[in-house]
């Protein structure tokens, strides 16, 4: 399993906000970007709907330092994850609005947020065509504005064409156990 390309050049810090407490994958399908950052020691909660990532998981040996809650997302109110106690979230391929400010709240002063989705716009290619599972152009950026951004990115990208969002920021607060420097 290949990890997102994002997450694979932003490693480094993504292991290193891990050392603030283990990683969330939100909605994280077959697991592949969690088990990507427990591969290299990271302890990984994913979360999902489906029980995908769980059935790959028995299929090929639980790892020790990955665990998988199978829960709705999209419920209402939306679940809530312990504040402040995750080093990093990673959120991609997926959008629910009202979770947003309850993942924010989940991750650890100096934490790392890795976001890509859907764009306004990728209507044109397929789906997702439903706006309520699109990103609206600058909502990443308002959504954490305050944060140490590392990385936005919103337009289109090919192979295969696709609109997308990308958000890479840090937690405001105390990062002494986050390493800087280039990306992996």
């Known amino acids: 399993m290949k990890a997102a390309e ?23 399908g077959d697991g592949r970007n969690g088990l990507y950052l427990a591969g290299f020691g990271a302890t990984v909660l994913l979360v999902d709907i489906s029980a995908l990532a769980r059935e790959g998981l028995e299929q090929g040996g639980w790892p020790a330092n990955v665990r998988f809650r199978q829960m709705d997302l999209e419920t209402d ?23 947003m400010e309850g993942l924010k709240a989940c991750l650890a002063p100096g934490g790392l947020f890795v976001m890509e989705t859907y764009l306004e716009g990728q209507e044109a290619f ?56 280039g990306r992996g």
């Open 6 to 28: 994002l997450l694979a050049r932003w490693r480094d810090e993504a292991l290193a906000a891990a050392r603030l407490g283990p990683v969330l994958d939100v909605a994280c």
């Open 77 to 99: 109110p939306p679940p809530a994850f312990e504040p402040e106690s995750y080093g990093a979230v990673l959120v991609f391929r997926y959008l629910h609005r009202p979770l």
């Open 126 to 181: 397929g789906k997702p065509r439903n706006p309520a599972h699109l990103l609206r152009r600058g909502e990443l950026e308002a959504w954490f504005r305050g944060w140490d951004i590392l990385e936005s990115f919103e337009g289109r990208l090919d192979d295969p064409p696709r609109f997308m969002g990308r958000m890479v920021c840090r937690k405001p607060g105390s990062a002494s156990l986050v390493a800087s420097g």
